[in-house]
């Protein structure tokens, strides 16, 4: 695009637009996303950070809808629990009937917590399917694909920033924004036009 444009561009200077316009797309299209279901699949990932892993959690509803993501350090009970807390934080996002997560022993123990707290409903079950799981895990896919191509990030700060406008954008041509659909590109393009305040 900027060969087109007879513009010369070094990878810095994109590596700078992503680290201030990426966490700044994911704050501004929160407000307009559209109302998740009540079925919610977590699962986590891993990111290379300075040749560590480092554990992304994803969540997204039945129909593929992200719900929320969260880059931890740690995958244990107060990771899992805290991942937890921001998805339902966020009042676009409709409180849990249903949660399926995988084998690992953390989830069980962080929605015991939240129980005691009054966080989660009384009602709200949690399932150890493995084949439900397969709609985050292929979901997952879309955000690897883009980190892959990084290899690897030298500081967790910067690696936060990169994955908030990969996931912000993946929100948005999932169709989860009101009024811009899947596959609809000329809608999407005018979103993010609209909500940086651009012309159109």
């Given at each position: 695009?900027?060969?087109?444009?007879g513009?010369?561009?070094?990878?810095?200077?994109?590596?700078r637009?992503?680290?201030?316009?990426?966490?700044?797309?994911?704050?501004?299209?929160?407000?307009?996303?559209?109302?998740t279901?009540?079925?919610?699949?977590?699962?986590?990932?891993?990111?290379?950070?300075?040749?560590?892993e480092?554990?992304l959690?994803?969540?997204?509803?039945s129909?593929?809808?992200?719900?929320?993501?969260?880059?931890?350090?740690?995958?244990?009970?107060?990771?899992?629990k805290?991942?937890?807390?921001?998805?339902?934080?966020?009042?676009?996002?409709?409180?849990?009937?249903?949660?399926?997560?995988?084998?690992?022993?953390?989830?069980?123990?962080?929605?015991?917590?939240?129980?005691?707290?009054?966080?989660?409903p009384?009602?709200?079950?949690?399932?150890?399917?493995?084949?439900?799981?397969?709609?985050?895990?292929q979901?997952?896919?879309?955000?690897?694909?883009?980190?892959?191509?990084?290899?690897?990030?030298g500081?967790?700060?910067?690696?936060w920033?990169?994955?908030?406008?990969?996931?912000?954008?993946?929100?948005?041509?999932k169709?989860?924004?009101?009024?811009?659909g899947?596959?609809?590109?000329?809608?999407?393009?005018?979103?993010?036009?609209?909500i940086f305040?651009l012309?159109?």
């Open positions: 695009m900027t060969r087109e444009r513009l010369a561009i070094s990878p810095s200077c994109v590596w637009w992503v680290q201030a316009y990426g966490p700044e797309l994911d704050k501004r299209c929160r407000p307009h996303l559209k109302a279901n009540r079925s919610w699949r977590l699962d986590e990932t891993y990111v290379k950070v300075k040749g560590q480092r554990f959690y994803r969540a997204v509803d129909s593929g809808q992200t719900i929320d993501f969260l880059l931890t350090a740690k995958r244990d009970t107060a990771a899992a805290r991942f937890y807390q921001r998805g339902m934080a966020n009042p676009v996002n409709s409180l849990p009937r249903v949660i399926n997560v995988d084998k690992n022993r953390a989830y069980p123990a962080a929605v015991d917590e939240l129980n005691k707290d009054g966080a989660i009384r009602r709200c079950k949690l399932l150890q399917c493995k084949y439900l799981n397969n709609v985050v895990e979901d997952h896919r879309n955000v690897k694909c883009r980190t892959w191509l990084a290899k690897g990030y500081w967790v700060r910067t690696a920033r990169t994955l908030r406008g990969i996931e912000a954008m993946h929100m948005i041509r169709g989860r924004v009101r009024r811009a899947k596959g609809d590109v000329v809608a999407q393009v005018k979103f993010i036009s609209k305040g012309a159109a």
